[in-house]
């Protein structure tokens, strides 16, 4: 058992949302770092397509190992950061949920944490497990593996699905570790392959990023001085063969793996490309290319030359502006390279200043990291390392570097983690920049890297990172100097006149104001940090921490090339950032030599006075959308308020996307009662559907005997499912005390969607029906789509992917093909043409045949196998013959929840329990198996539970019926069933329990709810 322990500090995987992914956040939208960029309908293809794997082994090509379990014991055992979070117990019980949620056909009965056993059934095959023989004593962590050793025994004998054991070991053992914290966990040795490839920042491959859309692989972005650049491939061509294989459906993952190789090995990319002199054709190019080292690139830069025309002040020439995405093993290397560009183009002289923007960086080689701040700092501590408290390891800075003491500015904001607070830290506490932005991410644990006997590897969480002062940045982050939030406003209509309802004319002093738009003004919590993972880790070197100075900026967002992406390009543009021009401006008034603590000392009067010209600047942004936020004395004493909601339709505005987006306008008014102004007024508003959660609705000054209406227009799914949302809205001024809080329930019911059947037949050139191909052949499949659902698919797509390798080709034009207004009932025939060649020999050519509704998300897929005929089969087993004619259709769910005692169906319940029925049959007279899992939607201490697993006994039709939990907050009910094809079918049920009625601070107060279901 070899270990190869390493600090690093990158951001993990994780199923929550990407942080700072927003433009809002994020100075610069990122192409992922695996190369992979999906477009249009692809993320709902890449939900539609399943590749199985067999139970013996999965994609990686490992097996199951049993000996994982022992091996992680015994690192956790001996390295893991605080044993006394080490809870056996507690975390088997996580397990199982894990164990259920990861394989459609195991079922874990009584899961629930209050039960001393769990029944896992298999099939008809079912063991106990007495959870009693685990204790939370450190020294039951082997009876814990034990126990997983155990059921995976029984596993191996009687699953046999497709999901590989190997598959589900890893996704079980990083459920148990889970339980320990939000960084320690396995990767499978393909996994560990693509984390490598962050951290080194290097592949051998051509330098070009690639993505798809519409179905077609696309250059996005050619790096310079790489083998693609000096091969001119260009943004924007169309790769349509890698080597011989016909990329049409490929993957860009698929893609990435065949154009990545060797370094000094060959690959030739067919592109097309617009001809130069007639645009409006297409010319065809095979351009071989020699792969060679690909350094991905990890910081950018650019001379800011405009910002001080008058050259006045103590600091005058170019402004350095360098962004740094993550921390690969070039890091330092590519900063260091970058402040010699910047210096030269600065006509050789020292720069006036730095921006270091860090935002959106999610760590990476903690050495790299240290690098960085050793070269700006002469003395000081840069980081430290503690376990349970106790510092083990300082790092302090060397006085071996010559740059110059300019000022520094670093940017950082939420989506900054890690090596990036070190960065920020580092530089911070020692008085070599001020911080400016957010609060950073706060993930301040080091985890090491050892590697397990089957290449699997263990990331384990063994210290904490302290800065400067030994104050921990886990789970609060690095706490800027001068906290800067940025203020956006979008879509904002002007003010219009609203008529009273009885038509009758307004009085003076009484008229509404309707504003209409979305207004982002404070703050909100969508934002994931690492408090929000629910096993943080919560340090013992904590520490409290306030900025000194807080201010508001203006931010716009720039209309971007959504495949496109500047720092890959390098086509910067900083100036147009409005944290940059604030950066710009300290800089402006630093003194000479620089030291960051007496800017923010001696400065105070010139920091204030842009925080208030930055915070002039949003009143004058929102008296132009009509709101009045200039504030002002007196406080009114009597509010009235009235929230509504309409849904209504709007032209998409885009001439290829003809349906109309639905919206549901919320409406709320304040009345002003009293004898004095309400100033500042606003209503933020709470919801546990997140686009319902913190939208602002601006009142600013409502004057006495004064009615203002906000209205938020919010997007909805084009094809919502029956449920019933709480929003929430509380009214408050700027001294943050409620004063009146309303609930509106917005209910919307499922109006149908489309569903799919299809047929195939194979055929030869001439349209005859065939049942094997060989070598040599051209092929076409023909498709027979039938609308069965109850409503139209405005825009189908049917897709083929070759899932065999070099021996299919699909022919351009035939493998993805698109369809229109498939009404209720219509039928629409496809035909998909390839091309069969030689090359290994198999026993049938595999596909994966799918059809999906772009706008629903409704679809049907299935593997595909037509079998290799003729005299070359040699001694290949035979194989059926392909059926012509054969029906796919998915099962038939209905399903209803509905209260015991009334026999009614509820959409929001305050009854722990409701009544669960549901019929499933199948079109084909198929063997169904079915299976209901249970979700809290927002909940991180609340797993999926699969309450119930069944199988039709050979049987074309099945009933469930049963008892279902119903926990605090929305709760998503999924019946699943899946036949004998595998063709898998879902509905989902939703049901509120939690606060019904309306909480009013004022008891006079009424709520005004217009409930309009469609």
Known sequence: MNSQPRDTAPGDPSPRPSIGSSQKHRPYSLLTRSLLLVASATFLLALIFVTPTSKAQNEDGDSYDPKLFGEVALYLQEHYLDPDRIAPRELIEKTFATLENSVDEIFVENSDPTQSFVAVNVDTNVKMFNLNKVSNSKKSLADAMAMLRDVFLFLQANYDGETALSKIQYAVLNGFLGGLDPHTLVFSPDAFKDFYVHIEGEIGGVGMYVGTRDGKLQVIEVLKDTPAFRAKFKKGDLITRIGDESTINMTVKEAVERIRGPRGSTVTLTVKRPLKDEPSKLETKAIPVKRARVVIKSVESKLITSWNPENEGNWIGGVGYVICQNFDKNTYRSLRESLRRLRLQNGDQPLAGLILDLRGNSGGLLTQAIEMCDYFLESGNIVSTATRGEVQRETSAKDDGDEPLYPIIVLANQGSASGAEIVAGALQKNHRAVLLGTSTFGKGSVQQLHRLSNEAQLKITVSEYLIPGNISIQENGVVPDILAEPVTFADALPPKPIQEDSGKPQQPGTEKTAIEGEFNLFPDDRHPTEKDYEKHIVSRCAREEFPQYTLQYFFEPEKVDPDSDAFISGDLHPERDELVQTALQLIRVADKPFRADELLTKKRNEIEQLRLDLFDQIVTKLNEKGVDWRNGTGGGSDLDLKLSHEFVEVPSGDDTDPIEIPQVVVSATATNKGLTPFHRLKGIS??????????????????????????????????????????????????????????????????????????????????????????????????????????????????????????????????????????????????????????????????????VDFYSGAGLSHALEIPRGGAQRGGLAPTEPFVNGKVFEQPIIEARLFDPDTKEVVLTSERSALQLESSIRSPRGSALRAWVVSNVLNSDNTPPDKIVFASSAGKEKMELKRPVPIREGVNLITVFAKDDDNLEARLNLFVRRGVTKTALADPEAETTTKEVVR
């Open 686 to 851: 709470k919801s546990d559907y997140y686009p319902f959660s913190e939208r602002e609705f601006l009142f600013g000054k409502v004057d006495p005997n004064q009615s203002v209406t906000r209205r938020v227009r919010i997007r909805l799914p084009y094809f919502p499912n029956t449920r019933d949302d709480l929003m929430t809205l509380e009214l408050t001024t700027d001294d943050g005390k409620p004063i009146l809080t309303q609930s509106l329930s917005i209910r919307r019911k499922d109006q149908g969607r489309p569903r799919f059947r299809y047929e195939a037949e194979l055929r030869n050139p001439e349209g005859k029906a065939i049942t094997t191909v060989q070598p040599g052949m051209d092929a076409a499949l023909g498709l027979k789509i039938t609308n069965t659902g109850s409503a139209a698919a405005h825009k189908g797509i049917a897709i083929l992917r070759n899932e065999t390798g070099r021996q299919v080709f699909l022919k351009e034009g035939y493998g993805r093909i698109e369809f229109t207004e498939l009404g209720v009932g219509a039928t629409e025939e496809v035909e998909f043409r390839f091309e069969v060649r030689d090359g290994e020999p198999v026993e049938s050519y595999k596909f994966e045949l799918a059809v």
